[in-house]
């Protein structure tokens, strides 16, 4: 599904009555949110739980979580498809739905459906007419956003000629139609080739301001390490940590972590130094539960003996550690 960015939004208030400012604490807050769903059997599933959760202006979120956490729940009650069976939900301190009536919210849906038989740009014009786009600059935005994501020789196409990865950068042009304050993007990079991937990557970079929120939800945790401030990890419908990318973007003094060490020469002393050590590749060893000391030490030792390292790096990033931790807690209770 896709919804366009500010559909059914009343007069749009004048800029200085937006609730979005660099002086804003936060934006989105969820206070004791839970949601409850009743299944086929009757069985109660408790979708969200006890959520309490605040979002800042200015930052780009990342959401993670494994199938079934919660995610998709909690994007629907803030967009307002639900509504919570338990606390509350607002943004700028207002109710979703009042919220994007009033100023539109940026909403690139997991799936993207746009009828088959539009035209690329025909379906942009549609959709900045009703996100609100003035008139005397609608052609224009959609020129700028169809060169902008690599749209130009697609623009007259029918929507069902569009590969996959195609009708995501098509979903994602929709998305920031109207330049909003608030974004949400689900599964953002679904569907799109490397080269597309990384170039997302400068699309969001740009779209940073400081009156701006953008909330980006990806099983890509590799992505979300590269473009989030702050990554909010669910898992059976509770918070079970966020994860600070400017402050954990490194593993800690102490912390034991594998490692994976690539030799252009010298593996005759890897054994005496790295006992656990095992061969993962050409050249390439993997040493199980090293501490950054440790690593470093046996490292100096290595180099002193001639060998010579062409990399070094941790098997799991900070974020994909912390996720496994978070997860796995949640995973021993199951």
Same mark, same amino acid.
Do not use: C
């Given at each position: 599904?896709?919804?366009?960015?500010?559909?059914?939004?009343?007069?749009?208030?004048?800029?200085?009555?937006? #609730?979005?400012?660099?002086?804003?604490?936060?934006?989105?807050?969820?206070?004791?949110? %839970?949601?409850?769903?009743?299944?086929?059997?009757? +069985?109660?599933?408790?979708?969200?739980?006890?959520?309490?959760?605040?979002?800042?202006?200015?930052?780009?979120?990342?959401?993670?979580?494994?199938?079934?956490?919660?995610?998709?729940?909690?994007?629907?009650?803030?967009?307002?498809?639900?509504?919570?069976?338990?606390?509350?939900?607002?943004?700028? @301190?207002? $109710?979703?739905?009042?919220?994007?009536?009033? =100023?539109?919210?940026? /909403?690139?849906?997991?799936?993207?459906?746009?009828?088959?038989?539009?035209?690329?740009?025909?379906?942009?014009?549609?959709?900045?007419?009703?996100?609100?786009?003035?008139?005397?600059?609608?052609?224009?935005?959609? $020129?700028?956003?169809?060169?902008?994501? %690599?749209?130009?020789?697609?623009?007259?196409?029918?929507?069902?000629?569009?590969?996959?990865?195609?009708? *995501?950068?098509? @979903?994602?042009? !929709?998305?920031? &139609?109207?330049?909003? =304050?608030?974004?949400?993007?689900?599964?953002?990079? =679904?569907?799109?080739? #490397?080269?597309?991937?990384?170039?997302?990557?400068?699309?969001?970079?740009?779209?940073?301001?400081?009156?701006?929120?953008?909330?980006?939800?990806?099983?890509?945790?590799?992505?979300?390490?590269?473009?989030?401030?702050?990554?909010?990890?669910?898992?059976?419908?509770?918070? !079970?940590?966020?994860?600070?990318?400017?402050?954990?973007?490194?593993?800690?003094?102490?912390?034991?972590?594998? /490692?994976?060490?690539?030799?252009? +020469? %010298?593996?005759? /002393?890897?054994?005496? &130094?790295?006992?656990?050590?095992?061969?993962?590749?050409?050249?390439?060893? !993997?040493?199980?539960?090293?501490?950054?000391?440790?690593?470093?030490? +046996?490292?100096? *030792?290595?180099?002193?003996?001639?060998?010579?390292?062409?990399?070094?790096?941790?098997?799991?990033?900070?974020?994909? !550690?912390?996720? +496994?931790?978070?997860?796995?807690?949640?995973?021993? *209770?199951?």
């Amino acid at each position: 599904m896709i919804v366009s960015a500010g559909a059914g939004r009343t007069t749009p208030a004048p800029e200085s009555s937006l #609730p979005l400012s660099s002086r804003a604490s936060s934006v989105i807050a969820f206070d004791r949110v %839970g949601k409850r769903y009743r299944s086929l059997t009757g +069985r109660e599933v408790r979708a969200l739980d006890e959520l309490t959760l605040e979002l800042r202006v200015g930052e780009v979120v990342g959401l993670a979580g494994p199938n079934g956490a919660g995610k998709s729940t909690l994007i629907a009650l803030l967009m307002g498809f639900l509504a919570p069976t338990e606390g509350t939900v607002r943004i700028g @301190g207002l $109710d979703p739905r009042r919220f994007i009536e009033r =100023h539109g919210i940026g /909403y690139l849906s997991e799936l993207v459906n746009i009828p088959p038989a539009w035209r690329v740009v025909e379906a942009l014009r549609r959709y900045a007419l009703l996100a609100g786009v003035p008139a005397a600059s609608r052609d224009a935005r959609v $020129d700028e956003l169809i060169t902008q994501l %690599g749209l130009e020789e697609h623009r007259g196409k029918r929507v069902r000629q569009l590969s996959k990865g195609n009708l *995501q950068r098509l @979903g994602l042009a !929709q998305a920031l &139609l109207h330049d909003e =304050h608030v974004l949400v993007l689900d599964e953002p990079t =679904h569907g799109l080739d #490397p080269v597309w991937t990384q170039r997302f990557r400068d699309v969001v970079n740009a779209l940073r301001r400081d009156d701006r929120l953008i909330l980006i939800a990806s099983h890509n945790l590799d992505e979300l390490a590269r473009l989030a401030d702050r990554v909010v990890i669910l898992d059976r419908g509770r918070l !079970q940590r966020i994860v600070d990318i400017r402050s954990d973007a490194a593993p800690r003094s102490g912390d034991a972590t594998p /490692y994976r060490i690539a030799l252009a +020469r %010298g593996e005759e /002393y890897l054994a005496s &130094l790295f006992p656990t050590a095992h061969a993962v590749g050409h050249g390439e060893f !993997q040493v199980d539960d090293a501490t950054l000391e440790s690593i470093n030490e +046996r490292l100096a *030792q290595l180099i002193a003996r001639g060998a010579l390292v062409s990399a070094v790096y941790p098997v799991h990033t900070a974020l994909e !550690q912390q996720f +496994r931790d978070a997860v796995g807690a949640t995973e021993d *209770q199951r």
